[in-house]
């Protein structure tokens, strides 16, 4: 999957497993180099004091060394022995080696040093090392097979370590070791016997393998990166701490360790032959809802923590799975059990963001609350009349009205209906300018060209068809929304793209594309939606599974370069993230005719 | 009082609202305490003393001021007029009067990366999860919230108020989120003088301390009050610095609990926290026993704290104990007060003499609690342990002359090392004599200078060195009262050790 001489390595992608803190990646300043992580600190890779330099040793020296990585291990190989890293699901990593022995350096992100480190000392029983890193948690060091020796200096002055490296050493008779390192945060997880690390490996494949088949099966000619998508969702999955009191998808592992509220939905839509899995993902967010407002948190983390909103995405995401696979998952219990949280929830929107118009239009104060933090039609400021999150509210209704028919409601359910009828009455009168939806400020609409402008095709056949024809012909209309790659954020045409650091911009980015292909699917528009999944996914194939890709590498509009740089930052054009992956599935497996 | 002093360290604030007044660079800013909690995006490190610079300004022009600040209200005086600020914390507001100046708050550089917005009801700044919400009753506001599109965030906040006849009513609200601004119901006058009363209520809610010292004391009381913080649990806790960090450990929260002459409100503070890191419980709770406090102390609160000295107690059997479970280990530097303490140079893991002495005195507590709620097999238990745990403190850390440190696995000794070398001292008059009075002689003035030292300072005095014990807190106080109090953690054991010691 990933290595030295594959067609991706570690240095964007991020190597890690299902139900696992710690990852793997490539030092992008010191090609060659992996390291090793933790994210349970919440600190970015670029910025953590908690990363280690890892290093193949033969007697005693680094050695320069290739690897290869699949969903099971990570091995590293020199011209004389290899050491094989396998994580695990129960806290802690397995290693072996073979001819070679392995050393962790601590060096942060930072120039801080070895600071991370508050102390290290052997257990009595002579089974191991412990090493205390602060907030970053506890690692345990437990050699199995040949020898395990710390070294570590400390600076009275500095009051910190200066200096702390684990070297896992092989059998001097044997030549080899094998070994474990356990992590926690306070008490240890109980170890004892382990497995073989054959098995290990073969477990772990089979995990991945289960994993598969929540996914339908892709277009013809995707099916590597499906994989590959499927094992980026997979390895992101997170473990259950006080912070997350369920298994989500986390964002990123190394860069942006968070759930964010809506992308557990996104990573629901792809998982079509589990569909109790995707619900349960749908349901998740509503653990931490705000029990006065209905407010759902916009990210959460292992630190616990929310910051921001994001959209009522849920109710899409239900009609989408429902579209496909019916709705039997949906029993009376779930509705009885969701049907008030999502009726919280949707009237959050029309309470607190209420446009003051004695309806249900809503107005956003932010642009995180559309999820499109700097999309052009947002250039006139806030408060905003915004036709996107309009549409999730009316889609979040829809998704009431089903429930509270689920739980024998039906005059609510019926209530809920007409909420939601009447306000895509007002979206369709009030929005629609003729050629695109527009956002207001201040009753005015925004002049902006973005490809958010579009986005309300997701209601499908509740849209006017002559909307829909004019959604489905903007959208494909070369050389301005549709580039060679897919759907850029913004049109070519306009003087507010931007290909650098920036999200939505210009960048052509993964969600958008999936919402607005799976908007011209349901608005019965397969052909259009078809030839841009395309796009986006043969370009996904060549580049791998980034957030959102520069079209080109000039601006179309002035023949100025497009000089931007993305560096190895917390930024949508840099690691591959389990975003773009749950919306390539979602496309390869369900837009893409088959 | 007077707090000018604290301005620029901990400002001006109340124990129940997040606001702070702060100074830096001779001009005051609007803060609030630290949640520690982090944004979307990275932030770039900022030097702004907090969110807002208040400036006065007269024909737009930017109008030098002088300022007072007692414990309720803030007062602003330039050659034009004058502006006032209180909290009002039942509405967790602060409430800014002037008259004869418009008033400038300019975030500067303190809030990039943050969503604003000017709405007909007032001015939002989203903080974290929350908001700086600012409404007028009197004057005008100017404030523009462009969104800066490629920046991700709305322009610098600069909100600007000009008066109306001559005057200015402003409301700046800390909200969550989604909650609409409570109704405002007490004139600033009244906001100040129920503050000034809850902080001479507070005053008199901790131990009684010699007159001459009344001055250093109304400090004291105010940093501790300004110092509070309500966790989620509802409990509440006092910080080193409320405007710097939310950070604190269950023994510095022991630590606080010696200051309050109510065992019950101390007995909060003890259990405030889950109880780890350093094991100060049983020290705190032998000083109530000492004032004979616990009498009026309920059933519930005495479990709570035997409860909360078994955990103590299990955890450091369990997990730093060697072959000989009574002498008791630091696996890490940094698990003790002093990380870079010679008693690290013999190895890890380091049977320390301070560690063991807080763990024969969190037995004695154990003891002691159990013979108050009527268990006396565990207070014979308890007391056994505690002889053994004394014994094997001596045999294996004391040489004659000093406690070390020692390498549990190998041994070796450490240099005896200042102040922890002391620290068995705290055992009081459990210590023999001989070894008490060996101490003692060597012990300087500084002793206090240490974070240890009021340990030392209530050991020196239980164990009969009064005089000694007096030399050293009386010097303390000088130093204080010369100085300026550090830290209200500090200012609450020098209230301890005021009325343990003085009196």
Request: net charge negative.
């Amino acid at each position: 999957m990933f290595g030295t001489y594959e067609k991706f390595n570690l240095v964007r992608a991020e190597y890690a497993r299902a139900g696992s803190t710690q990852y793997i990646s490539e030092d992008y300043n010191r090609p060659g180099v992996l390291r090793l992580g933790g994210n349970r600190g919440g600190d970015p890779v670029i910025a953590t004091d908690f990363l280690f330099d890892i290093q193949l040793t033969q007697n005693g020296a680094p050695v320069s060394y290739t690897y290869f990585a699949d969903e099971s291990s990570i091995c590293l190989d020199s011209k004389d022995g290899y050491v094989e890293i396998a994580f695990t699901d129960r806290a802690h990593l397995r290693i072996r080696g073979d001819g070679a022995g392995l050393r962790l350096v601590l060096r942060s992100a930072v120039g801080g040093g070895a600071r991370a480190c508050r102390g290290l000392y052997a257990l009595s029983e002579g089974c191991g090392w412990e090493a205390e890193f602060g907030k970053y948690g506890k690692l345990f060091f437990r050699p199995l097979n040949g020898a395990f020796l710390p070294t570590y200096v400390y600076d009275d002055a500095a009051g910190a370590y200066s200096a702390v490296v684990f070297d896992f050493l092989p059998d001097a008779e044997t030549g080899v070791f094998e070994a474990a390192i356990h992590e926690y945060m306070k008490e240890p997880f109980p170890f004892g016997e382990y497995e073989d690390f054959d098995d290990l490996v073969d477990e772990t494949k089979d995990e991945f393998e289960e994993f598969t088949l929540k996914y339908p099966n892709p277009a013809a000619g995707y099916e590597e990166m499906y994989r590959y998508a499927m094992w980026t969702v997979w390895s992101r999955k997170s473990i259950v701490t006080e912070g997350l009191v369920e298994p989500m998808i986390l964002f990123q592992v190394a860069y942006l360790p968070v759930a964010a509220s809506w992308q557990q939905s996104y990573n629901a839509m792809a998982m079509l032959e589990d569909p109790i899995e995707a619900w349960r993902l749908i349901c998740t967010m509503f653990e931490y809802q705000d029990p006065v407002t209905g407010r759902l948190p916009g990210m959460m983390s292992y630190a616990g923590g929310t910051l921001g909103m994001q959209p009522p995405f849920q109710g899409f995401a239900l009609e989408f799975i429902i579209s496909k696979i019916g709705d039997s998952f949906l029993t009376p219990e779930e509705c009885e059990r969701m049907y008030p949280k999502f009726a919280k929830w949707a009237n959050y929107w029309t309470t607190y963001r209420n446009a003051g118009r004695g309806d249900d239009v809503i107005e956003i104060h932010s642009p995180n609350e559309s999820g499109w933090d700097d999309a052009a039609n947002f250039k006139d400021g806030f408060p905003a009349n915004d036709p996107n999150p309009i549409t999730f509210v009316i889609l979040m209704m829809d998704s009431c009205a089903r429930l509270a028919r689920g739980c024998g409601k039906p005059d609510e359910a019926k209530a809920w209906q007409k909420r939601a009828e009447k306000l895509t009455k007002i979206l369709i009168d009030e929005f629609w300018d003729g050629e695109k939806f527009v956002t207001k400020v201040k009753g005015k609409s925004v002049d902006s060209f973005g490809i958010e402008s579009y986005q309300p095709i997701i209601l499908g056949k509740r849209l006017p068809q002559e909307i829909i024809d004019k959604v489905a012909e903007k959208l494909t209309a070369e050389g301005e929304i549709l580039t060679e790659i897919g759907l850029a954020s913004d049109s070519m045409k306009s003087e507010l793209v931007t290909f650098g650091i920036s999200f939505v911009g210009g960048r052509v980015v993964g969600p958008q594309n999936m919402i607005l292909t799976v908007g011209l699917q349901s608005a019965g528009k397969q052909k259009e939606a078809d030839m841009i999944a395309r796009r986006f996914c043969d370009h996904v194939k060549r580049e791998g599974i980034i957030l959102g890709y520069a079209p080109y590498d000039y601006y179309p509009l002035t023949g100025e370069k497009a000089e931007e740089q993305i560096p190895p930052a917390i930024t949508d054009g840099w690691p591959w993230s389990s975003w773009t992956a749950n919306c390539f599935l979602t496309m390869c497996g369900s837009v893409i005719g088959k | 009082m007077d707090i000018k002093p604290c301005m620029r360290r901990f400002g001006f604030g109340h124990r129940a609202s997040k606001h702070i007044v702060v100074e830096q660079g001779g001009k005051l800013w609007l803060a609030f305490a630290s949640e520690g909690a982090g944004t979307f995006m990275m932030s770039e490190d900022s030097q702004a003393a907090g969110l807002f610079e208040l400036s006065t300004l007269y024909d737009g022009k930017d109008l030098p001021y002088t300022y007072s600040a007692t414990e309720s209200m803030v007062e602003i005086t330039t050659e034009k007029g004058h502006v006032r600020i209180a909290i009002d914390a039942e509405a967790a507001a602060l409430r800014i009067e002037a008259e004869g100046v418009n008033l400038r708050f300019d975030s500067k550089e303190a809030t990039r990366q943050l969503t604003t917005l000017n709405t007909a009801k007032g001015v939002s700044v989203n903080i974290g999860g929350g908001r700086y919400f600012f409404v007028s009753r009197k004057g005008k506001m100017a404030f523009d919230d462009t969104w800066l599109l490629k920046e991700f965030h709305s322009a610098v906040a600069i909100l600007d108020v000009s008066p109306e006849n001559g005057k200015i009513d402003l409301i700046a609200y800390d909200l969550p989120g989604d909650m609409e601004p409570p109704e405002i119901i007490k004139t600033i006058d009244e906001c100040a003088k129920i503050n000034a009363a809850e902080l001479k209520a507070f005053n008199e809610t901790l131990l009684p301390t010699p007159a001459e010292w009344d001055d250093l004391r109304e400090k004291i009381a105010y940093l501790m009050w300004l110092s509070h913080k309500e966790q989620p649990s509802g409990t509440e806790v006092i910080l080193q610095n409320k405007l710097r960090s939310n950070a604190t450990t269950a023994s510095a929260q022991s630590l606080v609990s010696l200051a309050f002459a109510e065992a019950t409100t101390a007995s909060e503070f003890i259990v405030a926290l889950p109880p780890e890191g350093l094991p100060a419980q049983g020290f705190a709770i032998l000083r109530m026993f000492a004032r004979d406090a616990f009498q009026k102390v309920s059933r519930s609160t005495v479990f709570k704290l035997y409860d909360v000295l078994n955990m103590q107690a299990l955890w450091w059997l369990e997990n730093r104990t060697g072959d000989d479970p009574n002498l008791h280990f630091y696996a890490y530097r940094h698990e003790a007060e002093s990380p870079a303490a010679k008693l690290f140079k013999s190895g890890e893991p380091v049977a320390a003499p301070d560690l063991n002495a807080y763990i024969i005195l969190l037995c004695e507590a154990a003891a002691r609690l159990s013979e108050h709620i009527r268990i006396t097999a565990d207070a014979v238990k308890w007391r056994n342990r505690l002889n053994l745990q004394k014994e094997s403190l001596i045999a294996n850390l004391w040489d004659g002359e000093d406690f070390h440190g020692m390498n549990i696995y190998t041994g070796e000794k450490s240099e005896a090392d200042t102040p922890l070398q002391y620290m068995p001292l705290i055992l009081g008059k459990m210590l023999p004599v001989g070894i008490a009075g060996k101490l003692a002689e060597k012990i300087e003035n500084d002793i206090l200078d240490y974070d240890l030292g009021v340990f030392i300072v209530f050991g020196l005095y239980d164990a009969g060195y009064d005089k000694v014990a007096k030399r050293i807190v009386t010097a303390a106080l000088k130093q204080v009262r010369a100085k300026g109090i550090h830290c209200p953690l500090y200012g609450a054991q020098l209230i301890a050790m005021a009325n343990s010691v003085l009196m």
